[in-house]
């Protein structure tokens, strides 16, 4: 209970950082800074399985779960106050990122360790991620977060602007499930049980999404007050 309290503890202060900065200098510069840091992790943590514990059922699920699934929120931020476009761009900006950390990683990784340092395993087994997990973790995140700033923009439009919920929801909980089913089963095949990994993922990040509704509401005000 504590881990949540802290987690939406986290989510509102950096979310809210984010668009009062955007509302401020009419810039979206910290939101990207932020949603790339989100990404980036996801990515180091991606390969832990967690058990969560819903009371009523456990799932299991990769335990960057409730840092990646934030990011949705963080693009429908974006797209809400700066459109579409600024939104792909912030994704591209991400992906290379990924792809960035993935190079210099790999470099350094390859160093000789020094004779007296004892680490290198416990490094390796930290930053050394699987080639498949990368390459995962890149196709679902291009494929669903791009869709998602889609749907985001075209419920906007056919709603006229309203029902910010809607599109918020709309938007990304299928997406979820996409980047669910793709990355688990990228990353996971003939390595672990797909099937309680894929549903585990989508019910957290669903209990996620349900949870950005009323902070997209909450975001927005704090962008667009006088």
């Not at 290198?120 to 291009?142: C, D, H, K, N, Y």
Request: aromatic letters at 18%.
């Amino acid at each position: 209970m504590f881990t949540i309290i802290l987690w939406i503890i986290g989510i509102t202060a950096f979310t809210l950082f984010g668009s009062w900065y955007a509302r401020k200098y009419e810039k979206p510069d910290a939101i990207i800074g932020l949603y790339v840091a989100f990404i980036l992790f996801s990515n180091v943590v991606a390969s832990k399985i967690a058990e969560f514990d819903l009371g009523f059922s456990g799932f299991f699920a990769p335990s960057a779960v409730i840092i990646f699934s934030v990011t949705f929120l963080m693009t429908d931020i974006v797209n809400e106050k700066f459109g579409r476009k600024e939104t792909h761009r912030m994704i591209f900006i991400a992906f290379l990122s990924q792809v960035a950390i993935s190079f210099f990683t790999w470099i350094i990784l390859s160093l000789n360790p020094a004779p007296f340092w004892r680490n290198q395993s416990a490094f390796e087994s930290i930053l050394g991620q699987v080639p498949r997990i990368i390459v995962a973790s890149w196709i679902a995140f291009l494929i669903s977060e791009n869709l998602d700033a889609y749907i985001f923009a075209w419920v906007k439009e056919l709603t006229k602007g309203k029902h910010l919920w809607a599109r918020n929801a709309f938007s990304s909980l299928p997406c979820m499930v996409i980047d669910s089913m793709l990355f688990v089963s990228i990353a996971f095949y003939g390595l672990q049980p797909l099937r309680p990994i894929i549903i585990g993922q989508i019910v957290i990040k669903w209990l996620v999404g349900l949870i950005n509704v009323p902070f997209m509401y909450l975001n927005r005000w704090v962008m667009y007050r006088k």
